[in-house]
Nanobody, 123 residues
Framework: QVQLVESGGGLVQAGGSLRLACAASGRPFSTYTMAWFRQVPGKERQIVAGIRWSGLSTYYADFVKGRFTFSMDNDKNTTYLQMNSLKPEDTAIYYC????????????????WGQGTQVTVSS
């Protein structure tokens, strides 16, 4: 079984930066699509960014374009979400997800999910 563990969340002031990491462990798993989602209590999960073919294809939600950067380190089995110019509305629990199948970026059918890491942006 593949396990995904997020880290790097915390409290930051508006305009600041955080770098989230998602480390994959356990049984080797060749991912095709990996993504970052975020969720606010009472609201549906939303796609933040995604990557396919080990970085050959990327996706960013409109609300993070120009501010967030998705990257991956295949040797370390880790993906990163660099978040700059953070806004209070970025406050959410951030999750990483992975699958070895083709799915839409915002699909609910990712095979593996992390436990989430809290990001709080203060005004």
């Amino acid at each position: 079984q593949v396990q995904l563990v997020e880290s790097g969340g915390g409290l930051v002031q508006a305009g600041g930066s955080l770098r989230l990491a998602c480390a994959a462990s356990g049984r080797p798993f060749s991912t095709y699509t990996m993504a970052w989602f975020r969720q606010v209590p009472g609201k549906e999960r939303q796609i933040v960014a995604g990557i396919r073919w080990s970085g050959l294809s990327t996706y960013y939600a409109d609300f993070v374009k120009g501010r967030f950067t998705f990257s991956m380190d295949n040797d370390k089995n880790t993906t990163y979400l660099q978040m700059n110019s953070l806004k209070p509305e970025d406050t959410a629990i951030y999750y990483c997800a992975a699958t070895n199948r083709f799915v839409r970026w915002d699909s609910h059918d990712y095979q593996y999910w992390g436990q989430g890491t809290q990001v709080t942006v203060s005004s």
